[in-house]
């Protein structure tokens, strides 16, 4: 029942959104399993996504049906299709190229992941992506988080040194 509540707010969204996105120059793109999407929804996103596709002022991604394990195998499984089609060798594979496997191919990985609900843990999104990404954890409930909460995200990020996988020291040295 969750579901199909879900399902039926994101028809919705896309029926009474679809003027503004237009009127403000958002494409709407969706990552995922789409084909697990019930038709009418998969049909609703779709043609949102066709009529929306030429936008360039701001891209809206929806993760629909997405999970980040699901994301790296079917990675894995179109690197092998290739490989095995002669298109790819094992040295080819770097962490660039496999990128360019995910649902996320055309999008920077994240710089900051809001985790709201005071959960501490990322449940399955962005396992790839998430490598460098800084995380704001919040108690407060999605439904309950305001623009006052964003901003106080956002200052948290601020104050932050981005690093990279690399130590302070590094990052001063220049050495890596």
């Not at 199909?4 to 994101?10: G, P, Y």
């Not at 929804?41 to 596709?53: D, P, Q, R, S, Y």
């Amino acid at each position: 029942m969750e579901v199909e509540a879900l399902m039926t707010l994101l028809k919705d969204f896309l029926v009474t959104e679809l003027r503004e996105m237009l009127d403000h120059d958002i494409r709407l793109l969706a990552i995922g399993d789409l084909s697990r999407l019930p038709k009418p929804i998969f049909g609703a996103v779709n043609e949102t996504m066709k009529l929306t596709g030429s936008a360039k002022g701001m891209t809206l991604t929806l993760a629909l049906s997405y999970g980040g394990r699901d994301d790296i195998i079917q990675a894995i499984r179109r690197i092998m299709t290739n490989s095995r089609d002669g298109n790819l060798t094992p040295e080819d594979i770097n962490e660039d190229l496999f990128s360019k496997y995910l649902w996320t191919a055309n999008l920077p990985d994240p710089d900051l992941l809001i985790r709201t609900s005071g959960e501490v843990r990322i449940s399955n999104f962005f396992l790839w992506q998430l490598a460098y990404t800084e995380i704001y954890v919040t108690s407060i409930l999605w439904p309950d988080f305001n623009k006052e909460d964003l901003i106080q995200a956002l200052i948290s990020y601020q104050d932050r040194e981005r690093r990279f996988g690399l130590t302070s020291e590094q990052l001063k040295t220049g050495d890596r």
